[in-house]
């Protein structure tokens, strides 16, 4: 079972506690009237399959409730780095891509 | 009388006799004993048949890894297990056992006649044999398949057993007992860490406990071991026996099973069976040990035929020869020395035969010592023997080829072709292994989690150097905790340290088509097996594994596994590592379904949320159903109803008078704040802006791709205040859905939203008297339609308790729900019965619930949509607030496939012959038409109607719409129905009695 940090709640808590909440950073558009059929599809359904770093939402579902993201490696499964939503995907370093 | 004991050795008790049974004959082991030992004592060999040929088996190990020797276990009723491993179950006065796989008895099976025909049953057979003819599937080889299926029967009755299951964590925590994990265990338990030691045997020490001639540090090793687990126990570490670590985890989480009570002469009932450990660790040391390999010839599955390590541990552990005269076959050192021991015990060993021309002279001069004969370079090419090896036949090979054999006759042959690493939980971390060309096996190599390897699981043979390794690796472990100490060095004297060659399967000088040089034991898989998988195209070893089943039986190829890759990489001219390893999975060991269920059986399989009226339903004799993951009361049957019955008399109760029914398990969200109307715009379909406070709105959920997610009825409380409803199942849902948005994309609206499902217990009032029954008891408010119409909410008082009431309707006929804080909920209904009962007030259940609300059309979010179907096609487009910019699903709700014409549409059928439809049956147009048929659509709701006096069912239509008045047919096994397509309101479409 894994062990995820919760940014918001500041502490490393089971995965039991948690429930995943899809990929991140798929921005709803402010005005979704002006989206073509492809964007309002692409935002709906096309998701990336990443072998490596991925960045994906959770909820701390049995906790705080806050939604957050994560990189997590998909590969190892480890997460790299949790942060709260709404902050910029962070950077890493080869050491951790690699993690 | 134990004719093969051998008394005053091993860690037995050899003044406490243990009476057993094995297939009805009564058997006397010694306390300490495993059936395998207590039987080898007894000189019984045969303890089993094979899978596929039924051929005899005997124990071939003396631990977990055993594939042959797998028994049934009886302790009384219930508590049967088939495919025990005889070399772990210890005996206990009174065990009943069985052998496994054998009709009608273990020494004369007539599914042996599968070893005679083995040429048909070769690898891939299933695939072959059962392609052709295509319909002799079903009749002929399935039920063939089923019969010959799986070893051992399963238990029939239920289990009385109780299993446990504990968190446990722990800076260090040490997987095996031999020398390497003792010494870790000290090395970090020394520096002040919380350490866990773990073995899955009965008693700590492994390999110490087979090797008592070591002298460690100047002690014998048994004395040694003492002193060791003494200081241990000193320091605090927690060491458990009889306790398997079953899975290596993300993070360092170990799971350990541990096994409580299968050992024990009259366990306690209320102790538990077994114990899941969910472990986590700082770091881990796995000092699993190394197994040993069998040798691959012809008949070397015989009876009588087991490792060279095995009667080892059998004599110095269990003070058992598995003989009276052993031939030793061999190509690794470690043989020779379980040689001498059993002759030194009086067994006569007859021969050794080794596969190497040269050997180390100490162990040569040794077994001249002792008069033994020695082959070298010599190759086995059989065994005599039906239920038990009589001889051993042996070449010898001129450049690499056997020559002509010669028989020596015996009764047990030893066999080793040397160890192989015990890799399973590394490999269960993703762990990367290198392999060794010199120990011809598998190293683990990058770890992926905080662990050591110590001892002979990395490589390391003798006790000395899985000693010493131990110590450094807990040493290590400490440092990575941040924890230094001492990495002491021990000597080791009459240590056994050797090295071995690898053999593929030994050269004959017979026909090798005719071998069984077997492999994988259990799953009766042969040298010949893995070439013919070769030859046939299999170029992975996960393919050769899958269409030879090779390492696919209960032992997970602990055994098979590196011989199987030897032999295909050399069918393959390619080196080992080319060809690759199987992947090892949890569970290490078979492991109960009781241990993984733990206390979530029963009643505490999951949750039963009961409403504040439940109690009252049960005393009144509700019959359940479960909805997600309440249960709620289904019907209330009187005088012997059925299910019919007593939801016809519920339904004519209600519309004529009054019902009351219990709906506290609707999800209940309180959204408040002062961007609340604004939230709700977004969210739901509809506008909210317009809706007064005191008044309440069908609300409809969706999706941003423009499906129907939920529904529900929302009460404007004040300005700021929705009380909002959901589906039974959708609230955890639909809280979250609107957690994410309000979260995530709409950070700017001030809102806060409460679950507040389990506050309020409603109950909802149905049928013309529901108003005369509630005006009594309400004050502060007057309920006259003109002062609180249909689709109202208050605040008021009812029967001296605060509450919200919704003046709403799922009946059709005048409706009231009053949620009340749930502590008063009982209280409530009980007043409301007492004071109905001038009306004859009926309480009904969810089917009468569905049936009436059927009649009227109103859909069941979940029954009647199945997550494609959209507001226009279940014919609620008018809940579309379609001048709003934005809501969630507007801009899904105008995406081409959901505007196309042809979409499924919720519509009316009424049966032609007036008889009731199956929910789920498939409609077609055209019932003439060949099969396959074109479906276009299927039935969602089907019920009989008192109102309608006839069935009427709901469904999803292609072009439903469109289809008024025209007949579709609904095919059934034995006739095709017809049905006229109707609109969804069946009764009172006027809404007349809504407005009484």
Known sequence: MLLIHCPYCDETLPELEFAYAGQAHVVRAADPSSQTDEEWRDFLFIRDNVKGVHAERWQHVHGCGRFFNALRHTVSDKFLTTYKAGEPRPVLDDTERSA | MNPYRVYGKGRIDHRAPVSFTFDGKTYEGRRGDTVASALLANGVHLMGRSFKYHRPRGPVSAGSEEPNALIGTKRGTGRYEPNTRATVQEIYPGLKTNSQNTYPSLKFDLGAVNDAAYMLFSAGFYYKTFMWPKSFWDKVYEPFIREAAGLGRSPTERDPDHYASRYHHTDVLVVGTGPAGIAAALSAARTGLRVTLVDENAEAGGTLLSEPQAVIDGAPAWDWLEAQLAELKALGVRVMTRTTAIGYYHQNMVALCEKLTDHLDAPDPDMPRERMWRVR?????????????????????????????????????????????????????????????????????????????????????????????????????????????????????????????????????????????????????????????????????VKTEACQIAGAGRGLWGIEAALNDGFAMGAAAAEALGKSGATPTLGVTHDRTGTGVTQIELPTDRSPSSARAFVDYQNDVTAKDLRLAVREGMRSIEHVKRYTTNGMATDQGKMSNINGLNIAADALGKPQPQVGLTTFRPPYTPTTFGAFAGYHKGGHFEVTRKTPIDGWAEKNGAVYEPVSLWRRAWYFPQNGEDMDQAVARECRATRESLGIFDASTLGKIEVVGPDAVEFMNRMYTNPWTKLAPGRARYGLLLGDDGFIRDDGVIGRMSQDRFHVTTTTGGAARVLNMMEDYLQTEWGDLQVWLTSTTEQWATIALNGPNARKLLEPLTEGLDLSDEAFPHMSVAECTIAGLPARLFRISFTGELGFEVNVPARHGRALWETLMDAGAQYDICPYGTETMHVLRAEKGYIIVGQDTDGTVTPYDAGIGWAVGKAKPDFVGKRGLARPDLVAPGRKQLVGLLTEDHSKLEEGAQIVRDPKEAVPMTMVGHVTSSYDSVAMGRPIALALLAGGHDLMGEIVHIPMPDRIIAAKVTGTVFYDPDNTRLKL
């Open chain 2, 281 to 445: 660790a700082g770091q881990v040391i796995l000092a699993q040990g190394a197994l040993e390999k069998p040798l691959v010839f012809d008949g070397n599955d015989r009876p009588g035929v087991m490792l060279a390590g095995a009667a080892q541990t059998y004599l110095h552990r269990y003070g058992v020869l598995v003989g009276k005269r052993a031939v030793v076959a061999t190509s690794h050192d470690s043989a020779w020395y379980a040689s001498f021991d059993l002759h030194d015990e009086g067994c006569e060993i007859a021969a050794i035969v080794d596969t190497r021309a040269d050997l180390r002279a100490d162990l040569v001069e040794a077994a001249a010592a002792r008069g033994i004969e020695m082959h070298l370079n010599h190759s086995v090419s059989g065994t005599d023997g039906r239920l038990r090896v009589k001889s051993i036949r042996i070449n010898r090979m001129r450049d690499g080829k056997a020559a002509f054999g010669r028989r020596i006759f015996c009764d047990c042959v030893l066999m080793s072709g040397g160890w192989t690493p015990s890799l399973h939980l590394f490999s269960h971390t993703m762990g990367k292994l290198a392999w060794n060309d010199d120990l011809t096996a598998f190293l683990p190599d």
